[in-house]
Nanobody, 122 residues
Framework: VQLQASGGGLVQAGGSLRLSCAASRRTFGSYYTGWFRQAPGKEREFVAGISRSSETTYYADSVKGRFTISRDNAKNSVSLQMNSLKPEDTAVYYC????????????????WGQGTQVTVSS
């Protein structure tokens, strides 16, 4: 499956952005999906994950209460609503998917999107 992330940009601290990830496959509903981010000089880190039917979500402690992951299987897409953004949220954000298990760490992902830059100014 091919993943295409979009929605990044420049926003002031306290602002909001919504990232979207479009999948090429109609069977996207059978994939666990998630979002990761990578800041300059740092390792790629888990941000949020969601089960195939949206019944279960996971969040990194650093974004809990501010970010919300959701998916629309009819549209083959997954989104990340980011509120109350902080400068430390600045990173390239990647969507990821796996047909086998929850995408809670980078090793679990079988497919990656190309990344979208999010920059939060103070």
């Amino acid at each position: 499956v091919q993943l295409q992330a979009s929605g990044g940009g420049l926003v002031q601290a306290g602002g909001s952005l919504r990232l979207s990830c479009a999948a090429s496959r109609r069977t996207f509903g059978s994939y666990y999906t998630g979002w990761f981010r990578q800041a300059p000089g740092k390792e790629r880190e888990f941000v949020a994950g969601i089960s195939r039917s949206s019944e279960t979500t996971y969040y990194a402690d650093s974004v809990k209460g501010r970010f919300t992951i959701s998916r629309d299987n009819a549209k083959n897409s997954v989104s990340l609503q980011m509120n109350s953004l902080k400068p430390e949220d600045t990173a390239v954000y990647y969507c990821a998917a796996s047909p086998y298990r929850f995408v809670l760490d980078a090793t679990a992902a079988a497919y990656w999107g190309q990344g979208t830059q999010v920059t939060v100014s103070s």
